[in-house]
């Protein structure tokens, strides 16, 4: 069950890694590439007794093609055995030296990580069975056909959840037919049709050295650093990068979808594509963002939203960076009758937002708020393997960390502005809301709350 | 899993992280390197913990309340969390939402949680600017301005949390009903963040009377963790709390639990897709087998840690009883999941739960999960299992050491729950001196069917317009 993802957390794991800046102490990232051409990053933390492992493949459920759902079960696959071990002593080989593995994947990315000790007997065998697993393992059938009957009931599970039909809905309309638009966890008809040897091929032809990266964090001389990559490299084919994927098409014009559910609360998200990695007004509009919706309390929507009016409990706004444009993305919830009140006053904001842009005063707070609270994001290891994962994974440049703070405190309020009248298109916005429809209350601040 | 709730959305990721896995498998563990943890007290009964980590230049702080809903009674349940809510509006020096802006300013991350036994508040920070959450901290302790045009805004975003992550969501219905049906007189039995009829009601008299009573030095736990020198944060304390006066704080009735004569079953019907399983055994807390309690059989300072112990045989990981032979062997169950709530104020339940697969009714998996309890009885864990199990111990107290805010997190819920921080550094090697007899001892006398309730959750369509709402009962 700790394996699983939750996508809230992974929505949030994007955001503290877009918010990275560096001004004191950044992590020393060293970066090779090994003979059969797995690119190797590498950050030595001396002081806890445990080092940190993370290949990510370019292998994400953009990669699923008619097969929706394939990155995901390979992922899930990887903990089933191998040529020599079944699941059962899979398991046990890691837990009794007290390693961690998993196996993950989301839109562009798969990933399969090690945390281990450095005692020589428990960390040998824990890299051990880590390779073994990416060399040989197995996909036996019997633990695939069970893997499709959990998924199903996966699946059953997200049509009681009003969060996961809303995201389901948006990504799929917000991105027509290009690969984000697919489920990540597939669909009925898919995951019934699939094949254990649909997985085997996935794995084959996507976990390959020049298809991948490795991370390495923790107490791991160099030296020593370079021959485990060594090996770990060794247990893959060379294999081919994957085809870059295309790139995603503006919306044309607004669309609302609402999809009824007997909830007592509305989901609503609301978005257009937004930015991929490396694009020139990234960092513009990140900043921007701090202060639209992106930082808490102190933000705009927070504050129209929810302390003016009481209307959601929740309410953000993020671009979420990814390899072709991800999602620019506003979400919040209210109880069914205010609805219309909450999607008028969010956009509002956005709107004004637009339109006025952004105070001075407001820029420097959110700089500030960036910069000075970079240190709290580089502070465990398990920060640091999700910083070098995402900026080999993506080709950032090795100094991204050191150059991010300088970059967000040299971006002036005219530059935001003109960046977020360009790019973001309140007239074309996507709007999901998930929930029952019901008559609609006045929007009156002070109202008075009707009966359900 | 939601006992503890986190005031905004934004950083429960963060938050429930290390919360849940206090919760679940409440491994509180100890640095053996250093020597641990420095301990003060001031004056005016204000308890402040301080640890050391060099890695980062950083520094968490939480303040941690003896206050949460097992304190509360009938008819005011969510009282502590709403009160979390409104710490945030201003005092007489700061005006509403100023707090957020001063520390976003000094690039700090900050936010609050709400448990059955504690109110808390945080801030993660650069370890220069501590003295800028300490001035805040001792600010709201006894400053706060409870107005009532915030109240009534406020207590609409509290439904409005209470909708997302209750009325609309089974399990979660389920789980709260299951709590309320366990527990006769505990106060366990009600949820954090209350019964909606009691938020409705709710008044700001309430909530300047709860925080009158409550939020007071004598009451409180300051948890320093990070790059600091703890001599020079003594000195920054006593700067900022040493003057506020102790407060007269109130009895706390024991209200412990009633002994169950008789299993429980409950059934919940509600929208939904998925039926699943949630049952709990009565069981002792570690702070039973610390404090005796009037009336209450003796516990021996080992049973919780053999509770513990058990759990982690059967869903310590992958190759685990439970995860071996219901998921995989057996495939009874899509997932399952075994917990000892052992680390509360007041004694809890052994937790079971699970999602059937498909053609498995849910009791059936009852009966799978209760034959893995009575195996437990009748034969001994192997040498192979606990070793496994130990080995688990033993690395994740490491790679716990990986978080200064777990660690703080520990610290704090250990010393608000009355249990005491010096656990932390007790509990590896209790753990690790639990034997397989000792396992069967608690098994065969804690985990008895007469003291069992069981609740299942039974999907029903999920209508269409003009059906009625799921969850809330109103």
């Given at each position: 069950?700790k ?7 992974t ?15 950044a992590?020393?990232?060293q ?6 051409g ?8 001396p ?5 940190n ?5 370019d292998?994400g ?11 995901g079960?390979t ?17 046990e080989?890691?837990?009794s030296?007290g ?5 993950s994947?989301?839109r ?6 090690l ?13 051990d ?7 040989n ?7 695939f ?11 059953e599970?997200e ?34 049709a ?21 991370a ?8 020593e ?6 090996q770990?490299?060794r247990?893959?084919?060379?294999g ?10 503006p ?21 257009q594509p ?7 007004d ?8 701090h ?12 504050k129209e939203?929810?302390v ?37 006053v ?25 910069t000075g609270?970079?240190p709290?994001r ?8 999700g910083?070098i ?20 405190d ?10 977020y ?15 029952k429809?019901?008559?609609q209350?006045a ?6 709350e009707?009966?359900? | 899993?939601?006992r ?9 990721a ?14 509180p563990?100890?640095?053996k ?15 402040l913990?301080?640890?050391q ?9 939480q303040i ?12 005011i349940?969510g ?22 802006v001063?520390l ?10 709400t ?5 808390a ?5 650069a370890?220069d ?7 805040l ?15 009534k ?5 509290v439904?409005?949390?209470r ?21 006769m007189?505990?106060?366990y039995r009600a949820?954090?963040?209350?019964w ?5 009601t709710?008044k700001l ?19 320093i963790?990070g790059d600091?020198?703890?001599e020079?944060?003594k ?14 704080l ?19 019907k509600?929208?939904a897709?998925v039926a699943s399983?949630?049952m709990?055994?009565?069981?002792p ?11 209450q ?16 045989i059967?869903?310590?990981g992958s ?16 997932g ?6 052992g680390?509360?104020r ?10 059937p ?13 209760l034959?893995?309890?009575?195996k ?12 496994r199990?130990?080995?688990q111990?033993?690395a994740s107290e ?12 520990l610290l704090?819920?250990?010393e608000?729950?009355g ?6 550094d007790a509990?590896?090697p ?8 000792q396992?069967?001892t608690?098994a065969?006398?804690?985990l008895i069917?007469?003291h ?6 039974i999907?029903?369509?999920?209508k ?6 799921a969850?809330?009962?109103?």
């Open positions: 069950m394996i699983i993802k939750h996508p809230i957390r929505i949030f794991l994007i955001i503290a890694l877009t918010a990275s800046t560096l001004s004191l102490a992590p020393k990232i970066n090779w590439t090994t003979e059969n797995l690119s190797v990053y590498y950050v030595h933390v002081e806890l007794p445990m080092i492992l993370r290949l990510t493949f292998a459920s953009a990669r699923d093609g008619k097969n929706f759902g394939v990155a079960l992922a899930a696959m990887l903990d089933s055995g191998t040529k020599d071990l079944n699941a059962d002593q899979l398991a080989a890691f837990e030296v390693a961690e593995f998993s196996s994947s989301a562009d990315m798969a990933s399969i990580s945390r281990t000790l450095t005692l020589p007997d428990e960390q040998k065998k824990a890299i069975t880590w390779m073994d697993v990416i060399k393992s197995a996909f036996p059938d019997k633990d056909q069970r893997l499709i009957k959990q998924s199903l009931v996966g699946l599970a049509k009681q959840s009003p969060a996961a039909i809303a995201s389901k809905a948006f990504y799929q309309h917000l991105y027509g037919d290009h690969p984000y638009a697919f489920p990540q966890n597939g669909n009925e008809s898919t995951i019934k699939m094949k254990v040897d649909d997985v085997k091929a996935y794995y084959a032809r996507y976990f390959v050295a020049k298809n991948g990266q490795l390495i964090v923790g107490a791991i001389k160099r030296t650093a370079e021959t485990l990559a060594k770990i490299a247990t893959l084919k060379a081919e990068k994957a085809q870059a994927i295309p790139a995603v098409k919306l044309q014009t607004s669309e609302t979808l609402h999809i009824d559910f007997p909830s007592s609360q509305s989901h609503i998200m609301i978005g937004g930015t991929k990695r490396g694009d020139n990234y960092f513009a509009l990140y900043l921007g963002n202060g639209l919706g992106g930082s808490g309390f102190t933000s705009r929507l927070m939203v929810r003016k009016r009481g209307l959601s409990y929740s309410v953000y706004s993020y671009f979420v960076s990814m390899r072709e444009a991800g999602p620019f993305l506003l979400g919040l919830q209210t109880k069914n009758s205010q609805v219309e009140e909450a999607i008028k969010a956009t509002d904001v956005v709107k004004t937002f637009q339109k006025e842009g952004v105070s001075e005063a407001q820029l420097q707070a959110s700089k500030i708020n960036i609270g970079f709290l580089t502070a465990s290891n398990n920060d640091i393997i910083y994962a995402m900026i080999g994974f993506y080709g950032l440049p090795l100094d991204y960390l050191d150059t991010f703070t300088g970059t967000i040299k971006i002036s309020r005219e530059e935001v502005m003109e960046a009248k360009r790019r973001l298109h309140p007239d074309k916005f996507l709007t999901v809301i998930v929930g429809k019901v008559k209350v929007h009156k601040d002070d109202k008075k009707p009966t359900q | 899993m939601n503890i709730i986190s005031r905004s959305l934004l950083l429960l963060v938050l429930f992280l290390p919360l849940v896995s206090l919760a679940k498998e409440a491994p563990k100890a640095p390197t250093t020597p641990s943890v420095q301990e003060y007290t001031l004056d005016n009964g204000l308890k913990l301080v640890k980590d060099k890695r980062a230049p950083i520094a968490v702080v941690w309340y003896r206050v949460g809903t097992s304190y509360e009674h009938e008819g349940t009282l502590s969390h709403a009160l979390e809510h409104m710490m945030f509006k201003g005092t007489k020096t700061h005006k509403s939402g100023q707090f957020e001063i976003s300013e000094n690039g700090a991350r900050n936010n609050a949680f448990s059955q036994d504690y109110t508040y945080y801030e993660v920070l370890n600017r501590i003295e800028v959450a300490l001035a901290e001792a600010d709201r302790m006894r400053n706060l301005i409870l107005d009532p045009k915030e109240f805004k406020e207590i609409e975003v439904k409005e949390e909708r997302m992550r209750t009325d609309d969501n089974p399990v979660s219905s389920t789980r709260e009903q299951f709590n309320a049906v366990a527990f007189n505990s106060p949820p954090v963040i209350g909606m009829v009691d938020l409705e709710m008299d309430d909530l300047q009377d709860w925080y009158k009573k409550w939020y007071a030095p004598n009451n409180a736990t300051l948890v963790v600091v020198e703890p020079k944060i000195i920054l304390v006593d700067k900022y709390f040493a003057q506020i006066p102790k407060g007269e109130p009895e706390v009735k024991l209200r412990t639990e009633v002994k169950q004569f008789g299993a429980r079953y409950l059934k919940v509600l929208p897709k399983l949630r709990g055994f009565k069981t807390g570690m702070i039973d087998a610390i404090k005796a309690v009037k009336g059989p003796k516990v021996e300072q080992w049973e919780p840690y053999a509770l513990e112990v058990l759990a982690t059967l869903d310590g190759s685990a009883r439970l995860a071996k032979n219901l998921v995989r062997g057996q495939e009874i169950a899509v399952v999941g075994a917990g000892y709530y680390f509360g007041l004694s809890d339940l052994f937790v079971l739960s699970g999602t697969a498909k053609g498995t009714t849910v009791m059936q998996l009852k009966d799978a999960l034959k893995e309890i009575q437990l009885k009748d034969t001994l864990v192997t040498a192979d299992e606990l070793k199990v130990k080995a111990v033993i490491v790679y716990e050491r990986d978080s200064i805010e777990h660690i703080a997190t704090g819920s250990l608000a729950t249990i005491g921080y010096q656990l932390m509990y590896v209790q753990v690790l001196a639990v034997t397989p007899e396992i069967q608690v065969k006398k804690y069917n007469d069992l309730t069981v609740a299942e959750l999907p029903q369509a999920l269409k317009a003009s059906d009625k709402p969850g809330d009962a109103k």
